[in-house]
């Protein structure tokens, strides 16, 4: 191969492409910089906005389509689907909110969103699941560092729209709706399944270490930047510089890219590296050697019923089916600690424009909210899948226990919005935002962990689904019903009423006073329901839960290693075979 080539094809550049897609990839959590928009141009009232938001969850976090997709179909095909329903979604509603079209019915508009958001767990399917597939034995990293990038998206388009749209903020939901598509085509052909590398699965955490002080670089500049716009005003050069920076940043992993392959390329030109390695389970290898052992096993495997098996779940660790994992009881502690976990800091996060309308903050401090709770999202995001990886293989500490600690700590987050603390609602978006960004690397590594990896595109997206049925609890029945009412009052105490297709506010601390009780309270229930999860697995976080992953690596090295040395057989090419390991 030559060098371009083998750059583009290799599994670092691979990597840089998954960090591009999910750098674009978190526009549903900018709803707060253009909710305003779609609530004043369509006259809506905030249980009307909060539905809408329920249905950008829910399409962001039901991603079981995109999943069973996944399972049958190249990497590319996911990618396609999602590019293009983000498109449609997003350009339909810029054209709702700047009236280009007719005024939409209220379930177009939630299909509109739905879809457009729908787009994000394509994208997540896509180039998160192949590159924990392509890196198992560092899956918290991976996790951390993808996550952290779609978490840190936020601050980044918004700069990118200021640099494109200076402060017309309905153009950033035509900027949300074609940024993502165009990246995603660009990398269509780069995102695949690799065969596993013996020799760079040594050194792989030393890369992701350097990846990790980039995108921390990264996110500091950002915070410099927007704690200076919220003091200062910018002009369009200074806004078109700003962007221009936010893109070398993103484009200086190349350079890591570069030196890896370019340490590779020398290699393979040296000497023959036994260093790909298509790694088959102990059943497949079975099969091979005994023809007589596949065909009974494909009789009962024809005969056996995936219902038949699936309350009879393998042990932790294992490959469980579909159906397995869906009636476990783990399964369904993991969804409930979620459901309230997750759709509690997503309630503050989807209301923050509307909460800082309600306490008096000026409308500048809208974008500095969003934009903390960006970067403390990515913040949470990369500590908790860098950290956990490092206590889990050091000390054994579990995963389910870090979760349940992250839960404690954004009630502290949802107290102080229920206060009404003068100017702590700054304080609120960082701890919210990186609680919310904390979680998700957490679930998606507990569930490759305990479920194995074989059906994880589809158990990955069956986890995130918690989040939506949270935001509809929270966000819909209780957030938005509480702050109508709340607002019907003060009308009322004013001896006014309601003209229909008006927009109807809500000013001072009891408008969501009564709502964030109720959610720190469910927290707190989401926290309890996860220590039981502790309680459940801490016999099988005590153990060595990678051991089996690293055994058959050392086997197949050693065993690729004597043939090569006794055969001369070369190495095939990297990057031509959908070979994946099972677990």
């Known amino acids: ?85 983000n498109l449609f979604g997003y350009l339909m509603i810029w054209l709702s909110v700047t009236n280009r079209i007719p005024r939409p019915q209220i379930w177009q508009m939630c299909l509109y969103i739905c879809i457009g958001a729908n787009s994000q767990s394509f994208a997540n399917t896509g180039a998160l699941v192949t590159c924990v597939k392509n890196f198992p034995g560092s899956r918290g990293s991976i996790l951390g560092l993808l996550k952290g990038y779609v978490g840190l998206s936020g601050a980044i388009i918004t700069q990118l729209y200021h640099a494109f749209y200076g402060d017309d903020s309905k153009s950033l939901i035509l900027l949300i709706g074609w940024l993502p598509a165009a990246v995603s085509f660009i990398f269509l052909p780069t995102i695949r399944i690799l065969k596993l590398d013996a020799v760079q699965q040594k050194k792989e955490l030393k890369v992701f270490n350097n990846l990790l002080y980039i995108s921390l670089g990264l996110a500091a500049f950002l915070m410099v930047l927007i704690i200076v716009q919220n003091k200062l005003s910018f002009t369009t050069v200074e806004d078109v510089v700003d962007g221009l920076v936010v893109v070398f940043l993103l484009l ?84 409930i600690a979620t459901t309230f976990g997750v759709g509690g800091t997503l309630t503050a996060i989807d209301n923050l ?41 050091k000390y054994r500490f579990p995963r389910p226990l870090m979760l349940s600690l992250v839960m404690l700590l954004s009630c502290v987050g949802h107290v102080l919005i229920a206060l009404g603390v003068p100017n702590s ?44 049925v949270g935001s509809y609890i929270l966000n819909v029945k209780v957030t938005g019903s509480l702050y109508d009412k709340e607002a019907l009052k003060l009308l009322e105490a004013k001896g006014l009423k309601r003209v229909d297709g008006e927009d109807l506010s809500c000013v001072g601390v009891r408008c969501y006073r009564m709502a964030f009780i109720i959610i720190t309270a469910s927290t707190l229930i989401g926290c309890f329901v996860s220590f039981i999860l502790v309680l459940r ?30 055969n001369g057989a070369a190495v095939p090419e990297e990057g031509h075979s959908h070979a994946s390991l099972s677990m």
């Open 1 to 85: 191969m030559s060098f371009t080539h083998q750059v583009i094809k290799g599994r670092w550049f691979m990597v840089f492409a998954s960090l591009l897609i999910m750098a674009v990839a978190g526009a549903t959590y900018m709803f707060g910089l253009y909710s305003n928009d779609i609530k004043i141009s369509l006259g809506y009232d905030q249980s009307t906005l909060n539905m809408l938001s329920f249905f950008k969850d829910l399409g962001a976090n039901v991603g079981v389509l995109s999943g069973l997709i996944n399972e049958i179909t190249p990497t590319w095909v996911v990618l396609s689907i999602g590019a293009i329903m």
């Open 252 to 335: 200086l992993p190349l350079a890591i890219v570069f030196r890896e392959e370019f340490n590779n390329f020398r290699a393979r030109t040296t000497e023959v590296q036994p260093s790909s390695i298509n790694y088959k389970s102990e059943e497949t290898a079975a099969v091979e050697s005994d023809p007589s052992v596949s065909d009974t096993d494909s009789a009962d495997s024809k005969s056996a019923s995936c219902w038949s098996t699936a309350f009879k779940p393998p042990s932790r660790g294992e490959d469980y089916t579909i159906l397995q994992a869906l009636f476990s009881i783990d399964m369904l502690i993991l969804f």
């Open 353 to 393: 424009g509307q909460i800082g309308n309600s306490l008096g903050y000026p409308k500048k401090s809208t974008t500095t909210f969003v934009s903390l709770v960006s970067i403390w999202n990515y913040l949470g995001r990369v500590a908790s899948g860098f950290a956990s990886e490092i206590l889990l293989k």
């Open 425 to 468: 609602l700054y304080l609120s978006s960082v701890i919210i935002g990186f609680c919310f960004g904390a979680q998700w690397p957490l679930m998606f590594a507990i569930i490759s962990e305990i479920f194995g990896l074989k059906y994880y595109s589809t158990l990955y997206n069956f986890g995130a689904a918690a989040s939506p």
């Open 537 to 566: 697995t801490r016999k099988f976080y005590r153990s060595d839960i990678y051991g089996k992953f690293r055994r058959e690596l050392e086997a197949a090295e050693t065993e690729m290693g004597t043939s090569n040395k006794n």
